[in-house]
């Protein structure tokens, strides 16, 4: 079965950190650009992030910028978010996705991963 799964959220306090994973299962990320999104609770979903399929190029959503880094290990099948200086207002299910242009088009994706939860709560 071709599928995408996060791993790595959880409950963090105001100014912690978390590393989300997103794992390919049945195919290679290689050929893969990744994004991370998020939704919230009432609210659209968002991209946070995006990394081409070399790693060479990436994006940020001006409201993580500097505080969250995506990488990738293609040896490894994994594309990682490494999330700094937690805020509330980044409480969201993030989840990543799978786009085969390999560069980051932000058009549409091919595989979705069904989420993982993050809370920035003291």
């Known amino acids: 079965q071709l599928q995408l799964v996060e791993s790595g959220g959880g409950l963090v306090q105001p100014g912690g950190s978390l590393r989300l994973s997103c794992t390919a299962s049945g195919f290679t990320l290689d050929y893969y650009a990744i994004a991370w999104f998020r939704q919230a609770p009432g609210k659209e979903r968002e991209g946070v992030s995006c990394i081409s399929n070399s790693g060479g190029s990436t994006n940020y959503a001006d409201s993580v910028k500097g505080r969250f880094t995506i990488s990738r290990d293609n040896a490894k099948n994994t594309v990682y978010l490494q999330m700094n200086n937690l805020k509330p207002e980044d409480t969201a299910v993030y989840y990543c996705?799978?786009?085969?242009?390999?560069?980051?088009?932000?058009?549409?994706?091919?595989?979705w991963g069904q989420g993982t939860q993050v809370t920035v709560s003291s």
């Open positions: 996705a799978a786009d085969r242009r390999g560069y980051c088009s932000g058009l549409s994706y091919d595989y």
